[in-house]
């Protein structure tokens, strides 16, 4: 059995009996997808150059180049925020709730049509399995947009009163970890509420944003309700921190998080944040066991790790402690580690060597600081960026590896003794985004879930999402909620309110927001109906 | 029954191992109700993850030839003949009339009063031990309800091993067991044990069918697990095929993960027989993943891991042909049974 890439880790050294486990290659086909060689901006419906300096996206598995993609600097911004507040005034806010829904279904559906292409292209650009991207990233987003399609002519449910309105435009900032995923989480409920976007994905990942774009001209969105801006930081700073942009929606660290509230302080932007986190994963010894080590292995190498919910602090009860981390290293060996676009891969690359250096650099701190490090032995590629599955045992609760996020395949093992102690350990952090709970008593699974600051709680399986149930974080994990009647209702105003504070003097000269103005609807079956002008104060 | 109940059990050297040599009813029942539980939604995800496997060119290759020889070859109907059980032991002779290489199955599983028949039919190819051999298994304890009484069952046994059976596959009391009654369980199993001693002394290897589809539960069927195999079984076997659900992969997975955890407690191995239901070379390939990933590799021989099955040889032969002539043949170029 020979690897078709070189980096697949599982082919036996020559002369060695060979065994049925080192399955023979079964790569997913790049044939499907049709890449260019550089990508632009997607401005009003078109790509443009960018006035940046380019840069390329390698696949962090090869470190092979994908494409050449342009830069958005402060013009380009401005150039897309423009064309979006256009397509706001112009076309989006004016049609019905029902015509925006349609337009979200196609989108919905085109996504799923083209769901073996955005597999393929996740997987080369972000270096997650292609199980990974094929069962879980692409129809979950697809599912975002097939979620908000419908509540886009049911808005006057959403909590916020009859008739709400759209904020404006939605300057929206996304992480590498899921990055069609995460687009969806911003674009599907942004458009929903009628609102416009400009968007940037992150800089290691812009490919699916781009051949998201592609999908966005296939259902003939009206040019200028979906920007995609490519870019570093500074595109995103330049977005967030732009004058008409309305609504900011950043996902990403706690750091840069920080940045853009203090940044966008004072102004009367809308802002929601969806930040770190350093979930405890809490296993009581009356826990189903196997699905307890299942749980706890997709807790935290799930995505490699990259997942701002993981389940990285492991909270086992002292007297199955040695069991529970036996168990977990037996399971730990049969994780198959290599070429991403291997169907039977369970672990692929780390995103980025930055992200790479971050890990080991906080892996070192582990050692240093007194914790016991175990890694899944496993041959790893030479190319590309790769990390062993990791555990730490020995971890108490001031070492750096049990407070601080390191957003990558590394587990931190404590004990507790009591529910009690389970509760406030968990709740040792000044993150709060997610939390889990193993154990075969309701009651208890209840009492506990009831005491934990998180926003997100699983009982007895982890890292599991659906459109419906609304997500976010307590503390430094952010603000605002993504999901549900929630993650809508962070796009919609209440009818009286609108997304400037004007001084009252030129309020009265600006359009009145409250004026219902009778449009003809697009379906000829139904008759007329009042669609509400919204005031853009442009 | 009741925790206070004190009925001293037959004896039964790994009971009296892992529970202690105060064996009773009350500390049998303790203990299998003491058994982590099971988490039916993480389990069907936990298959569902190994069912999706991808397993293409050698490793199939490799997976079709395995799933072959780890076969026992079934005929369990009212209108078995000698004609139909000597057609059949003739197919497990010779899997695939136009191809010589194909491995022949473990066994050929038979109704008690088809031993002699199936053993004649064999001649001097059964038995593991014989070169290319094939074991005789036959089922006993009034299978399929196991609605008799013990001194019946046990007959039923003796005379199938002293027909010449390579191995008993019984089925427990369902009813005893899901009334509480562990205990009884216990003993039937240790008695049908016993009574597959030969007059050499060596045993026929017992298969205990749990019948998972009328324990339903997923705790009861890891319970049940634990009995079959502290009372003495040398496998676990999920069904008679006569009810359904019968063999499913999560069912299997489960019973996979209580052989590997008898393993880590005692060093010893316990086979598992998924039977029912299984008829594609696909299904079948998810089942090897199983035991390789979960269990181990060294699982996938024919005294650990067996797939009670009619139908799907032709399937397997089917994908074997499909592989050595790179197109797929019509279903009348594999032999009937």
Not at chain 1, 70 to 79: F, G, K, P, T
Not at chain 1, 387 to 394: G, K, L, M, Q, S
Not at chain 2, 23 to 51: F, Q
Request: charged share 20%.
């Amino acid at each position: 059995m020979t690897s078709t890439n070189g980096t697949t880790s599982n082919t036996p050294p020559a002369g060695q009996k060979s065994s049925f486990l080192d399955y023979a290659p079964a790569p997913e086909s790049t044939a499907i997808l049709n890449l260019k060689s550089e990508y632009g901006l997607f401005i009003n419906g078109e790509f443009v150059d960018g006035h940046g300096t380019s840069f390329t996206t390698i696949s962090p598995s090869t470190e092979k180049t994908i494409a050449t993609i342009s830069a958005a600097d402060a013009s380009d911004v401005d150039a897309a925020v423009k064309a979006a507040r256009r397509a706001f005034d112009r076309s989006w806010s004016t049609i019905s709730g029902r015509e925006r829904g349609k337009y979200l279904f196609r989108i919905a559906r085109l996504l799923q049509e083209r769901a073996r292409e955005f597999a393929v292209a996740e997987s080369l650009d972000n270096g997650k399995p292609i199980k990974e991207s094929r069962d879980v990233d692409v129809p979950l987003a697809a599912a975002w947009f097939f979620y908000y399609a419908g509540w886009a002519d049911k808005l006057d449910h959403a909590g916020l009163g009859a008739n709400p309105r759209a904020l404006g435009v939605a300057g929206q900032v996304i992480p590498w970890n899921f990055p069609l995923l995460m687009l969806a989480w911003k674009i599907a409920p942004a458009l929903a509420a009628g609102n416009t976007v400009v968007l940037k994905p992150a800089e290691t990942t812009p490919l699916t944003a781009l051949l998201f774009a592609e999908v966005v001209q296939q259902a003939g969105l009206p040019a200028g309700v979906v920007n995609i801006l490519t870019g570093a930081g500074a595109t995103g700073q330049a977005l967030v921190t732009h004058p008409d942009v309305n609504k900011v929606a950043f996902t990403g660290s706690t750091a840069v998080g920080r940045l853009i509230a203090r940044q966008i302080a004072g102004t009367d932007k809308r802002v929601t944040l969806e930040l770190g986190g350093k979930a405890a994963n809490i296993v009581f010894d009356d826990a189903p066991m196997d699905e307890a080590i299942e749980g706890i292995v997709n807790g935290i190498f799930f995505n490699q790790g990259h997942v701002c919910c993981a389940g990285s602090r492991l909270l086992v009860q002292e007297n199955i402690h040695d069991e529970v981390v036996d168990r977990l290293k037996a399971r730990l060996t049969t994780l198959r580690i290599g070429d991403p676009l291997d169907k039977n891969t369970d672990i692929g690359a780390i995103n980025s060597a930055a992200q790479l250096e971050r890990i080991r650099a906080l892996s070192k701190v582990g050692e240093d600081e007194g914790a016991v490090r175990w890694s899944a032995p496993c041959d790893l590629p030479e190319k590309g960026f790769w990390f062993a599955p990791t555990i730490f045992t020995n971890v108490s609760t001031s070492h750096r590896i049990a407070r601080e996020e390191v957003f990558g395949p590394v587990l931190s093992v404590l004990s507790f003794r009591t529910p009690e102690e389970a509760i406030a350990k968990a709740n040792n952090t000044p993150y709060g985004l997610s939390a889990g709970i193993w154990s075969d008593k309701g009651s208890r699974v209840l009492a506990v879930a009831d005491k934990l600051r998180a926003g997100v709680i699983w009982a007895n399986t982890f890292n599991k999402f659906d459109p419906a149930s609304p997500f976010g974080g307590f503390k430094e994990s952010g603000y605002g909620r993504e999901g549900g009647r929630h993650g809508l209702a962070a796009y919609l105003a209440p009818a009286e309110s609108r997304p400037y504070a004007a001084p009252a003097i030129q309020a009265a000269a600006v359009e009145p927001v409250a004026i219902e103005t009778p449009v003809a609807d697009a379906d000829p079956q139904t008759p007329t109906k009042f669609v509400r002008r919204k005031g853009a104060n442009k | 029954m009741t925790l206070s109940s004190s009925t001293p059990l037959a004896p039964a050297a790994r009971a009296i191992d892992i529970i202690g040599a105060d064996l009773t009813e009350a500390s049998l029942t303790r203990y299998l109700r003491g058994l982590p539980t099971v988490d039916a939604v993480g389990l069907a995800a936990r298959a569902t993850d190994l069912g999706s496997r991808s397993i293409k060119t050698t490793s199939k290759a490799w997976a079709l030839d395995k799933i072959i020889s780890l076969i026992d070859l079934t005929t369990l109907e009212g209108a078995d003949t000698p004609g139909k059980v000597r057609s059949l032991v003739a197919k497990a002779l010779t899997p695939d009339a136009s191809d010589m290489t194909s491995p022949r199955v473990a066994a050929v599983c038979v109704y008690g009063d088809m031993v002699a028949t199936a053993t004649e039919a064999l001649g001097n190819s059964k038995g593991e031990h014989a070169p290319g051999g094939i074991n005789v298994a036959a089922v006993a304890t009034a299978f399929p309800s196991g609605r008799a009484s013990l001194r019946v069952k046990l007959a039923d046994v003796a005379d199938a091993v002293d027909a010449g059976a390579d191995e008993i596959d019984m089925v427990i009391d369902r009813g005893a067991f899901l009334a509480g009654n562990y205990g009884r369980v216990f003993d039937e199993i240790v008695a049908v044990k016993a009574a597959c001693q030969r007059p050499d002394k060596s045993y026929a290897h017992l298969k205990v069918i749990l019948e998972t589809g009328e324990l339903n539960t997923y705790d009861n069927v890891k319970r049940a697990s634990w009995l079959a195999i502290l009372a003495g079984g040398d496998f676990i076997k999920t069904s008679t095929g006569k009810v359904a659900p019968a063999a499913t992969l999560p069912v299997t997975l489960l019973m996979l993960q209580v052989v590997r955890d008898w393993h880590r407690l005692t060093g010893e191995r316990i086979g598992v027989k998924p039977a029912g239901g299984i008829r594609t070379s696909k299904d079948a390939i998810k089942y090897l993943v199983a035991v390789a990933e979960v269990a181990g590799e060294e699982w996938l021989e024919p005294h650990l891991f067996r797939f009670g099955a009619s139908s799907l040889l032709n399937d397997v032969l089917l994908q074997r042909q499909k592989i050595s002539t790179g197109h797929y043949s019509a279903a009348s170029y594999v032999t009937i049974d």
